[in-house]
């Protein structure tokens, strides 16, 4: 019912940026929370950086004043600006988003494929 498709990874050195995109698409999607989450190699799945409204926003301690999450409503996207990268930023990226579709009471919760940050030198 709802499709992510995320793009931006790559390859970047200690202290480089880069830039995470998620578009959502889905017949009448209504989203509420859009965020994205990072597993690192041998690590559990974490919350990055959550995002209800401009004056809603939540981030990990690690990346606070590095990361800024923002999402344009009118296009369903979600992005992620990651500054001041650190080789522990390593690690497959996830956008996540909730929402509702017409006729269906639950919310639905649905996960992009992901994609892969690697900093290093």
């Known amino acids: 019912q709802v499709q992510l498709v995320e793009s931006g990874g790559g390859l970047v050195q200690p202290g480089g940026s880069l830039r995470l995109s998620c578009t959502a698409s889905g017949n009448g999607f209504s989203i509420q929370t859009m965020a994205w989450f990072r597993q690192g190699p041998g690590k559990a799945r974490e919350l990055v950086a959550l995002i209800v409204s401009d004056s809603a926003r939540n981030y990990a301690d690690s990346v606070k004043g590095r990361f800024t999450i923002s999402r344009d409503n009118g296009k369903n996207t979600v992005q992620l600006q990651m500054n001041s990268l650190k080789p522990e930023d390593t690690a497959v990226y996830y956008c996540?988003?909730?929402?509702?579709?017409?006729?269906?009471?639950?919310?639905?919760?649905?996960w992009g494929p992901g994609t892969q940050v690697t900093v290093s030198s």
């Open positions: 996540h988003v909730v929402g509702h579709v017409p006729g269906v009471l639950a919310p639905i919760s649905s």
